[in-house]
């Protein structure tokens, strides 16, 4: 199955979580933040969403930073993604 995003929703999947610190400490399972990076997979097509006119800027394949508490988490054959809007995206990663 595949995600196609709707108007300006994009879809992210996470890069995973650091398991050890710059110490050289593992972390526990529980002790890990959500991490804030993803990677973009699919792009909506943007154009009027609710009145105001939107271009799209980010691209599939690039490395972005995302709100915290942003999105909805999707499950679809066993792998985990988040949709968010683009307004969620706080910056892209080069």
């Not at 196609?4 to 933040?33: F, H, S």
């Not at 699919?42 to 394949?61: C, L, Q, R």
């Not at 942003?70 to 679809?76: D, F, M, Q, S």
Request: proline content about 3%.
């Amino acid at each position: 199955m595949k995600i196609m995003p709707l108007g300006d929703r994009v879809v992210i999947q996470n890069v995973g979580a650091e398991e050890q610190t710059k110490g050289g400490l593992y972390l526990a399972t529980t002790a890990k933040e959500k991490p804030q990076m993803a990677v973009v997979l699919a792009v909506g097509p943007g154009g009027n969403v609710d009145g105001k006119e939107i271009t799209m800027h980010v691209k599939e394949g690039q490395k972005v930073i995302y709100s915290k508490y942003a999105g909805t988490e999707v499950k679809l054959d066993g792998e985990e993604y988040i949709l968010v809007r683009q307004s969620d995206i706080l910056a892209v990663v080069e």
